[in-house]
């Protein structure tokens, strides 16, 4: 099993920076990714961005580009998301996901929550 721990939501004004981090624990595997997605009130949960454990190859939405970061640290087995120039539509519960795609699993974390006024 495994168990995603996530930390650094908060409420910050449109303009600013947020920086989420989710611990992974548990037994994960050799080959995984981790990423986060994001659901607004009344909307459907969707991709945000993912690293590749192993290469560190990165995806974003578009949505975030240019704007969001995400990086990894190994010895922590962590993952953080550095949010730049934030916006209200970012707005949402942010959750955090590692895929194990040749056996797969994946696994959430319970979520937090970012919200951006205007």
């Known amino acids: 099993q495994v168990q995603l721990v996530e930390s650094g939501g908060g409420l910050v004004q449109a303009g600013g920076s947020l920086r989420l981090s989710c611990a992974a624990s548990?037994?994960?595997?050799?080959?995984?990714?981790m990423g986060w997605f994001r659901q607004a009130p009344g909307k459907e949960r969707e991709f945000v961005a993912t690293?590749?454990?192993?290469?560190?190859?990165?995806y974003y939405a578009d949505s975030v580009k240019d704007r969001f970061t995400i990086s990894k640290d190994n010895a922590k087995n962590t993952v953080h998301l550095q949010m730049n120039s934030l916006k209200p539509e970012d707005t949402a519960i942010y959750y955090c996901?590692?895929?194990?795609?040749?056996?797969?699993?994946?696994?959430w974390g319970q979520g937090t929550q970012v919200t951006v006024s205007s």
């Open positions: 690293i590749i454990w192993n290469s560190g190859n990165t």
């Open positions: 548990g037994r994960t595997a050799m080959s995984y990714s």
């Open positions: 996901k590692l895929t194990i795609s040749y056996l797969a699993q994946s696994y």
